[in-house]
């Protein structure tokens, strides 16, 4: 996969030199420029930004250096031999970014990213953009960055460990949390390593039981209490047919109960523990 990240903060994106991002690139399986925006502004102030049209606060960044550096950013990946671009553009304005949409993206040959500093970026440069490839504006959630830097980094990462031969054991991420057609859309419970005993604290005895059905069963328990504690909105809108009768019996004592139309909801008569 060929990634471009055209931005003003080049060093911003020295974080993937490391760990697995840098890995993969190291290995060959990921190919990564970083391109500075002001490399394609030609005052003496190096000038990315003026005042919007129509007043309010902030700065917008203009048309002109974009248009230059993704011009070229998009010559020099032709010319390499990359092919079906998609620009994604991070705005706390775009579609949430999701483990689908990175599972999708993983698929692409080639990603651009345009991320912004100050209100965002002129709206022709995406609108031009998009007459010639598919433009994703993602946002990586509901609060505003000082720039689009740290998403890139975010989605890069979160791609990346998707490509193939980048993660030792596929099935790593066939199990993550919202994995698409992971059994319903539950959070992973929590893990335990060795030592066997930390500071008083001990290892739950089914872990050590080498019961496979049992652990199985106990992890999907913990997975269920993780997900009602921390993202009960999942098990709201989870498809009932999701929930066998032990998930059910776990459910009930969580204080969770089928309502009328099958979902599940808190009970309102459930005492809290
Ligand atoms: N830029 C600023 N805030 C952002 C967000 N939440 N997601 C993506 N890009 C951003």
């Not at 902030?58 to 974009?66: N, R, S, Y």
Request: aromatic share 6%; glycine share 10%; hydrophobic share 40%.
């Amino acid at each position: 996969m060929r990634i471009d990240v055209v931005t003003i903060f080049p060093e911003y994106l020295e974080p993937l030199n490391v760990s697995l991002v840098g890995k993969a690139r190291a290995a060959g399986r990921l190919d990564v420029r970083v391109r500075d925006l002001r490399q394609s502004t030609y005052d003496r102030h190096n000038t990315v930004d003026d005042t919007p049209y129509g007043g309010g606060p902030g700065m917008v960044m203009m048309t002109g250096p974009w248009g230059e550096a993704l011009d070229q950013t998009l010559a020099d990946g032709y010319e390499a031999g990359a092919h079906h671009p998609v620009l994604v553009v991070p705005t706390p304005s775009g579609r949430p970014f999701t483990q689908a949409l990175a599972v999708d993206l993983a698929e692409r040959p080639w990603l651009v990213f345009t991320p912004a500093r100050y209100e965002g970026i002129d709206s022709r440069v995406t609108a031009e953009y998009a007459t010639r490839l598919p433009v994703l504006e993602v946002s990586i959630g509901d609060y505003v960055l000082a720039g689009g830097e740290a998403a890139v980094l975010v989605i890069t990462e979160a791609v990346a460990r998707l490509l193939p031969g980048v993660l030792g054991n596929a099935q790593s991420h066939a199990d993550d949390s919202f994995a698409p057609g992971a059994m319903a859309d539950l959070l992973e419970g929590p893990v335990y390593t060795k030592p066997p005993t930390w500071r008083g604290r001990g290892i739950p005895d089914v872990l050590l039981s080498g019961h496979h059905g049992r652990i199985a069963r106990w992890r999907r328990d913990e997975a269920l209490r993780r997900t009602v504690a921390n993202r009960p909105d999942l098990i709201e809108r989870a498809d009932p047919a999701a929930f066998g009768k032990k998930d059910r019996e776990m459910l009930s004592i969580l204080g969770w109960q089928p309502g009328p139309d099958g979902r599940f909801g808190p009970n309102p008569d459930a005492v809290e523990e």
